[in-house]
């Protein structure tokens, strides 16, 4: 069995082993596949892996042994689904991996937006540590999150994770979603609800037709000027334009960012440049320790369909 992984560096820069892949087969791991190189390098592949890269009918058609592309990641908005079941390719990919992790970075977001600690760690090495005799700095407003509410907009795994870490912090939770979940520690509302009532928002959707822009220019006039708005999820969600409006003219107090609409950033962006926004370049998931964890993963999906009991099939989910 030929095996390629076309962008191997953006989850294995080299500090993890193919020992799990190698043993399935014979392994081509490039670093990194522009657009172009695709075709080729999959030409004589059974199975393909990848995190970033697009799939769809070009590069397809160009690989008659291709029956497997796993997906090293959860998100599969990258691979045209329809075009690989016309070819009878399976897609899998890795949900729940990063759960942890992206809850984790949800909150490192959050707490440096309410507590500045690099800010403040600033000053103090400036020797700053009163602005008046007996005071301390506070150059910038320190934010209490017991009892203000968090909303989340998509109550899956990871949604549920930062809602239950949100409780701890004595919030009061609300959720958005198209299912409902037992698991969820919050009350259900609508979309508008969630906006109008929610100190932080934080959102965990899937990038779709339906999804992308769902926080723009109307929805974040609906939120309260003193919100934080995080978002771990896809850039898709929100129009970069309309938040860093909202940031820039108070309409928005913060934002806490893994993800933008275009990646890596385009210079462009006026998020960039936005008031109080805190921008992270999608790296929320990647510890070593996840990053093992998700190799082993993906190998796993490959064995289990070569031993006919796949595992984690998205191909099958939506039929066009």
Same mark, same amino acid.
């Given at each position: 069995?030929?095996?390629?992984?076309?962008?191997?560096?953006?989850?294995?820069?080299?500090?993890?082993?193919?020992?799990?892949?190698?043993?399935?087969?014979?392994?081509?791991?490039?670093?990194?596949?522009?657009?172009?190189?695709?075709?080729?390098?999959?030409?004589?592949?059974?199975?393909?892996?990848?995190?970033?890269?697009?799939?769809?009918?070009?590069?397809?058609?160009?690989?008659?042994?291709?029956?497997?592309?796993?997906?090293?990641?959860?998100?599969?908005?990258?691979?045209?689904?329809?075009?690989?079941?016309?070819?009878?390719? !399976?897609?899998?990919?890795?949900?729940?991996?990063? @759960? &942890?992790?992206?809850?984790?970075?949800?909150?490192?977001?959050?707490?440096?937006?309410?507590?500045?600690?690099?800010?403040?760690?600033?000053?103090?090495?400036?020797?700053?540590?009163?602005?008046?005799?007996?005071?301390?700095?506070?150059?910038?407003?320190?934010?209490?999150?017991?009892?203000? @509410?968090?909303?989340? !907009?998509?109550?899956?795994?990871?949604?549920?994770?930062?809602? +239950?870490?949100?409780?701890?912090?004595?919030?009061?939770?609300?959720?958005?979603?198209?299912?409902?979940?037992?698991?969820?520690?919050?009350?259900?509302? *609508?979309?508008?609800?969630?906006?109008?009532?929610?100190?932080?928002?934080?959102?965990? /959707?899937?990038?779709?037709?339906?999804?992308?822009?769902?926080?723009?220019?109307? &929805?974040?006039?609906?939120?309260?000027?003193? !919100?934080?708005?995080?978002?771990? +999820?896809?850039?898709?969600?929100?129009? *970069?334009?309309?938040?860093?409006? !909202?940031?820039?003219?108070?309409?928005?107090?913060?934002?806490?960012?893994?993800? %933008?609409?275009?990646?890596?950033?385009?210079?462009?962006?006026?998020?960039?440049?936005?008031?109080?926004?805190?921008?992270?370049?999608?790296?929320?998931?990647?510890?070593?320790?996840?990053?093992?964890?998700?190799?082993? /993963?993906?190998?796993?999906?490959? *064995?289990?369909?070569?031993?006919?009991?796949?595992?984690?099939?998205?191909? %099958?989910?939506?039929?066009?």
């Amino acid at each position: 069995m030929n095996i390629t992984v076309l962008d191997a560096y953006s989850f294995n820069p080299g500090d993890i082993g193919w020992e799990d892949f190698e043993r399935i087969g014979r392994l081509s791991a490039y670093d990194l596949s522009l657009p172009g190189e695709i075709p080729s390098r999959i030409q004589n592949a059974d199975a393909v892996f990848t995190n970033r890269c697009r799939l769809g009918e070009t590069a397809f058609a160009a690989a008659p042994n291709l029956k497997f592309v796993g997906l090293v990641a959860t998100g599969y908005d990258k691979i045209d689904l329809a075009a690989a079941r016309r070819h009878g390719i !399976a897609v899998c990919n890795v949900p729940g991996y990063s @759960t &942890a992790a992206v809850a984790q970075h949800v909150f490192a977001l959050l707490l440096d937006i309410c507590n500045r600690p690099l800010s403040f760690d600033a000053q103090v090495r400036r020797n700053r540590w009163t602005q008046a005799p007996g005071d301390c700095v506070w150059d910038y407003p320190i934010v209490s999150l017991a009892g203000k @509410t968090f909303g989340v !907009a998509g109550t899956g795994a990871i949604g549920c994770a930062v809602a +239950a870490v949100a409780k701890s912090f004595g919030m009061r939770i609300l959720g958005y979603s198209r299912t409902k979940r037992t698991t969820f520690p919050g009350e259900y509302v *609508s979309f508008d609800e969630l906006l109008q009532k929610s100190d932080v928002l934080s959102l965990h /959707l899937p990038s779709s037709p339906e999804t992308a822009g769902i926080v723009d220019k109307q &929805a974040l006039a609906k939120m309260k000027p003193s !919100a934080i708005l995080i978002n771990t +999820a896809r850039g898709a969600l929100i129009d *970069s334009h309309a938040l860093s409006g !909202a940031l820039n003219t108070g309409m928005l107090y913060a934002a806490g960012l893994d993800v %933008l609409e275009r990646e890596p950033a385009d210079p462009n962006d006026p998020l960039l440049t936005a008031k109080n926004c805190i921008i992270t370049p999608h790296n929320g998931w990647a510890s070593l320790a996840v990053r093992k964890e998700l190799v082993r /993963l993906a190998a796993e999906n490959l *064995s289990a369909f070569l031993n006919g009991t796949p595992i984690n099939r998205v191909d %099958l989910e939506v039929r066009r």
